[in-house]
């Protein structure tokens, strides 16, 4: 057994100054990547402008539909390809490992990524939500404003729990990286093409209630609440149920090394 004396105590950092350095560097390294921010609040905004007012509009569901496609892709963009790809790269280099041995908890070193990450999420939120707003001529109120941040939120849980499953396993961050591209690309497909009908029925029911569907429902449910239906509750309890089972599959399976 380890015994820590009085002096030890005396000269460790508080739980303060930990967590503050934690996410003081996570930003820094943030700031540093912000070419990944770039494009991630670039795909919304060229999806809002190359759809405005020609008939994907109406083919892909309306305003309220593509304001929350819009969203929804730079959530993925940002949760599933850079902060999944940062995390895959920081154990291959072994971040982890020499993080793991400093006074900082393990629950402080991953709750401070993913407290950046939301940042950044309601970041992303608010600029296309504003734009849309502008672009579609839509009059939004406090409330709904603070509903499309509650949903980026739960949005931005979806994603990074589904980039956290794959980050734990798969162990190279270059499987990752293809692996997240794909998953992208698929769930991008869903979104285009699955949830307007183009593909036939079947593929519709399906794209509605993949994690894309789901939470392209709840932005359209958020932006307008007086049409808040049956369909968006049970996209809600889907919503939930996709993070508890991607999360429990990363959190089993995650590993701080390569080995």
């Known amino acids: 057994m380890k015994y820590v004396t009085s002096y030890e105590q ?3 950092p508080g739980p303060k100054l930990i967590y ?6 996570d930003l820094l390294v943030l700031v540093k990547n912000r070419r990944s921010v770039v ?3 670039l795909l919304p905004m060229v999806i809002l402008f190359t759809t405005h007012g020609n008939k994907a509009q109406q083919r892909l569901g309306g305003s309220l539909i593509l304001v929350g496609l819009a969203i929804t892709y730079g959530l993925m963009s940002t949760s599933m390809l850079g902060y999944t790809l940062g995390v895959a790269r920081d154990r291959d280099a ?9 006074p900082a908890p ?3 070193i991953i709750t401070s990524r993913l407290a950046i990450q939301v940042v ?8 296309v939500v504003i734009v849309g707003a502008s672009m579609y001529h839509l009059t939004l109120g406090f409330g709904q404003y603070v509903l499309v941040l509650a949903i980026s939120i739960l949005g931005g849980a979806l994603f990074l729990s589904i980039g956290l499953a794959l980050v734990g396993m798969l162990k190279s961050s270059d499987t990752v990286n293809a692996a997240g591209r794909i998953v ?8 285009l093409f699955g949830i307007s009908g183009a593909l036939g029925g079947a593929l519709q029911f399906i794209a509605s209630w993949s994690p894309v569907g789901t939470v392209m429902a709840l932005f359209s449910a958020a932006i307008n609440p007086a049409k808040w239906a049956g369909h968006d509750s049970l996209s809600l309890l889907v919503t939930l149920a996709y993070i508890v089972c991607f999360a429990g599959v990363g959190i089993r399976w995650f590993r701080w090394d390569t080995h």
């Open 184 to 191: 992208f690309a698929a769930l991008i497909f869903l979104g």
């Open 39 to 41: 494009l991630s609040i």
């Open 10 to 12: 005396a000269m460790s």
């Open 20 to 25: 503050g350095s934690l996410l003081k560097a």
């Open 106 to 108: 393990t629950w402080m």
């Open 94 to 102: 072994g971040v982890f490992q020499r993080l793991r041995v400093t």
């Open 120 to 127: 950044a999420n309601l970041v992303i939120a608010l600029l």
